[in-house]
T-cell receptor, first 114, second 112 residues
């Protein structure tokens, strides 16, 4: 399978715990995006990378959130001291900077904070 | 600030009908517009992407049009099938950024 993959697919945690999600983009794609989607809403942009550089962060990305893409391949999104309001689907997408720049999405990680 | 609206929020139609989903956006300065499909609890599947210089794109039974000046796009689905049941999301990429801004989607149910 050469699509975007995310791990884990589901995560249940208790309030106050730290969680980390991983995203593996399509292999030749140099851009990687993180979005968050709550029930009944469209995805909201969190941050994105071009290669290993983090180029933009949303104000939604509080100090408890951090994302990395250390070698310009896979990326991790960490949430520290989780809150119930963090419960959502976290989606990763990747794209190749070309004439279309189509974003391809992974299956998402569903986070439930108890 | 760019805002994206999708109407209707939900739609239920019998199999075989042709249908139109609507998307509107407030700022016409966009780089492209993309339509996605999302099945319950799943990620997004890209259906069609229209560049700002294009008027429409077609893929199989799907046709998407773009009227940038009026801030509107439509997704036309011909001869709908039960397998088309899903949520359809419209997203615009503003001209000055690389992120997508999504609407809240249209939940479509096609019944046999």
């Amino acid at each position: 399978d050469t699509g975007v993959s995310q791990d884990p697919r589901h995560k249940i945690t208790k309030r106050g715990q730290n969680v980390t999600f991983r995203c593996d983009p399509i292999s030749e794609h140099n851009r990687l995006y993180w979005y968050r989607q709550t029930l009944g809403q469209g995805p909201e942009f969190l941050t994105y990378f071009q290669n290993e550089a983090q180029l933009e962060k949303s104000r939604l990305l509080s100090d408890r959130f951090s994302a990395e893409r250390p070698k310009g391949s896979f990326s991790t999104l960490e949430i520290q001291r989780t809150e119930q309001g963090d419960s959502a689907m976290y989606l990763c997408a990747s794209s190749l900077v070309d004439s279309t720049d189509t974003q391809y999405f992974g299956p998402g990680t569903r986070l439930t904070v108890l | 600030k760019q805002e994206v609206t999708q109407i209707p929020a939900a739609l239920s139609v019998p199999e075989g009908e042709n249908l139109v989903l609507n998307c509107s956006f407030t700022d016409s300065a966009i780089y492209n517009l993309q339509w996605f499909r999302q099945d319950p609890g799943k990620g997004l599947t890209s259906l069609l992407l229209i560049q700002s210089s294009q008027r429409e794109q077609t893929s199989g039974r799907l046709n998407a049009s773009l009227d940038k000046s009026s801030g509107r796009s439509t997704l036309y689905i011909a001869a709908s099938q039960p397998g088309d049941s899903a949520t359809y999301l419209c997203a615009v990429r503003p001209g000055n950024t690389d992120k997508l801004i999504f609407g809240t989607g249209t939940r479509l149910q096609v019944f046999p």
